[in-house]
């Protein structure tokens, strides 16, 4: 193994920019063409790719730094077959012979006369440093809109940099060749602006022939991907989004707007966490935030019969919007399976004549919940909840399971505590009592807080079974379904069996899908058997 010292590569015209994001930690493996880090000059940001892959050794930069091309960055540590990183293939491509901006304007400013005569031009995509194609993810100007020389026309965004294009010439834009979304590539043509003749001219000046000695010269070592020259920052306004490639790329995967997002960086630069707590908010916003919305359509139905208009009650709109951010947040896996429980029902009814003693009427659900916290003690995975960064799991230790109970007023979800402590009478005793608190709608809101995992029941009602919606922050519900004697091979002939149906639903995110089936055929020895319980 070798230790390489990864630096800063060329940064053109740009002397110090800033380290605005550390994309990597120290310990970290990285493949070649890797994010490192994104630095931020004052006229674009842009990630540092990693030239070979390694794994990251030590960081030589924090947040806020200022550095310049050739700044150490980092170190990686390579296989000896990687060879070493020479000065050459660290820095970036920048052909020594090209003309400078200032160059090509001043060229400009002595070859070309200066004139009024209108004419329209077609407005191309500038060298990107890559023939790869880039996507249109912003367009700043309207047609019909005046723009001035360099004024920010589109956003464009590649794996590595996002960068603005400008208007390299004055005048209006009157007609769009691209939208949103579009892929271009250098050359594409974007947008037409009628402006002046001197300004046409000056749209594509030519490059300075490369001097005999450079044309001669022989081509340097073969380097990493050239990063896009940084394009003019975009003028304040408040319907502009200050944030990176990396940035950019989590909010498409959440499906979150930018432009909604406050950002805390640096000048108010939108960071990943500020991602993740514009989710993590909008997902527990009180009911009327606005945060359910539905794409169908209103219409008047009055136009095809006699309606009439029934106001929601308060639970009835917070279960919706309960379950429209749960299903949209979470991805459902759900596991089927069937128990036989044929031997504890049977063993329930032996205790009828003992609950009636005790007052208590001995129902299936108890036995459920003893079940289930066996099985999250079993499989800890399933007793955790994701925190909203995704870089970490909250494992649980304790065992709160909670009860989906029906009642007039709409869905209530009770918390019975610490169920692997207590025994089957007492949950009896307490699955009635919450029961009746719920339909009396005397919960509190600790009486519905705190939940591990769910049990949600339509044995009482019928059906072969459903699929529950997983209770985030939970990572996993129970959907119970009715209890039907069906015919069962065993010991070579048929017999009746009770079976039960069970539908496990479970987040994708934290849970895969062997672990889901384990669970499942786990929860369904216990209720077969109930000794199991015991130890």
């Not at 594509?204 to 005999?212: E, I, Q, V």
């Not at 128990?339 to 036995?367: C, I, N, Q, W």
């Not at 600790?446 to 019928?462: H, K, N, V, W, Y």
């Not at 539908?503 to 058997?529: I, Q």
């Amino acid at each position: 193994m070798a230790i390489e010292n990864i630096t800063v590569p060329d940064l053109g015209d740009a002397t110090e920019v800033e380290v605005i994001e550390l994309l990597v930690s120290v310990g970290q493996e990285v493949a070649e063409n890797d994010s490192l880090l994104v630095l931020e000059s004052d006229k674009a940001a842009m990630e540092i790719p990693a030239p070979m892959a390694g794994v990251v050794k030590s960081i030589a930069v924090n947040l806020g730094d200022q550095v310049t091309t050739g700044s150490e960055m980092l170190s990686l540590e390579v296989e000896e077959a990687a060879g070493s990183l020479s000065e050459e293939t660290a820095k970036v491509a920048k052909p020594e012979e090209a003309a400078s901006a200032e160059e090509v304007k001043e060229d400009i400013a002595d070859e070309v006369p200066v004139s009024t005569e209108v004419a329209a031009i077609t407005i191309e995509v500038p060298d990107l440093g890559t023939d790869d194609e880039v996507d249109v993810i912003e367009m700043h100007v309207n047609v019909g809109d005046s723009v001035a020389v360099d004024e920010s026309l589109i956003t464009l965004e590649s794996d590595k940099a996002a960068m603005e294009v400008p208007s390299p010439q004055a005048g209006e834009v009157t007609e769009w060749l691209i939208a949103v979304g579009d892929k271009v590539k250098t050359g594409s043509a974007i947008a037409v602006i009628k402006g002046t003749a001197a300004t046409v001219a000056a749209e594509k000046p030519a490059a300075k022939s490369p001097a005999p000695e450079q044309a001669e010269s022989p081509k340097p070592a073969p380097t990493p991907a050239p990063i896009p020259t940084p394009a003019p920052a975009p003028a304040a306004a408040s319907d502009k989004v200050y944030a990176g490639p990396a940035v950019r790329k989590l909010a498409r995967e959440l499906g979150v707007e930018l432009t909604l997002v406050p950002g805390t960086g640096a000048k108010n630069r939108i960071i990943k966490e500020d991602i993740h707590a514009f989710v993590k908010n909008r997902i527990n916003a009180p009911v009327g935030s606005g945060t359910l919305s539905s794409a169908v359509p209103d219409i008047d139905f009055s136009r095809f019969g006699e309606i009439e208009q029934i106001p929601r009650t308060k639970l009835d709109k917070l279960t919706a919007t309960n379950m429209h951010r749960n299903w949209t947040a979470v991805p459902h896996v759900a596991q089927f399976n069937e128990a036989d429980v044929s031997d504890l029902e049977d063993f329930r009814a032996e205790l009828k004549s003992e609950g009636e003693r005790r007052g208590v009427k001995l129902t299936f659900l108890p036995f459920l919940l003893k079940a289930c916290a066996k099985a999250l003690r079993e499989y800890p995975q399933f007793n955790v909840s994701l925190h909203s960064s995704g870089e970490y799991l909250i494992q649980k230790k304790y065992f709160h399971i909670g009860v989906a109970v029906a009642t007039e007023a709409g869905l209530v979800v009770p918390v019975i505590r610490n169920v692997d402590q207590k025994s089957i009478w007492q949950l009896a005793e307490e699955v009635i009592t919450s029961t009746d608190k719920a339909k009396q709608r005397k919960l509190t809101m600790e009486d519905m807080q705190g939940a591990c995992f769910t049990i949600s029941s339509l044995g009482a009602i019928g059906g072969t079974g459903f699929i529950p919606i997983v209770n985030a922050p939970e990572v996993a519900i129970l959907g119970v379904g009715k209890t039907d004697i069906k015919p069962v091979f065993i010991d070579g002939e048929f017999k009746p069996r009770k079976m039960l149906p069970i539908t496990l639903a479970y987040d994708h995110k934290v849970v895969n899908g062997v672990d889901g089936g384990l669970f499942a055929t786990y929860l369904a020895t216990l209720l077969a058997d109930i000794r199991h319980l015991v130890l």
